[in-house]
């Protein structure tokens, strides 16, 4: 498959994206991912790094769980997993769960545009 190279420790990867199967089989790993996901740090280690190898197989499915063991450092994982995720559709969400995704900055200007035609706040009525 196609996919982006990742140089890690000791080699480098094309790493594909995430096929729905994988998303699925993956879902807690992907929660894992999540900010304020209050897992043992051991858990989410292992979740991650099961997550990044069956993402590698879809290329090298004779890649073992010591031979990336061997060939990756724990920032590799991380690497992998966020080289596949953006081809997939995956998108990050904003850390402040208040402010809703796009919604601009209040400090801006960005979001002090003029209300449309016919708009109850633009009516002389």
Known sequence: MDGVTVKVLRGEFIVPGVTLRL??????ALDALQPGWNANPK??????????????????????????????GLADVGGIIGA?????GYSRRPLDREKPIGSPDPSSSA????????DPATSST
């Open 23 to 28: 998303h699925f089989k993956h879902e807690a």
């Open 43 to 72: 858990e989410s280690n292992r979740l991650l790094f099961a997550f990044a190898l069956d993402i590698l197989k879809q290329n090298y499915p004779d890649l073992t769980e010591d031979a990336l063991l061997d060939q990756c």
């Open 84 to 88: 596949a995720l953006p081809q997939s």
């Open 111 to 118: 979001g002090s545009s003029t209300p449309p035609a016919g």
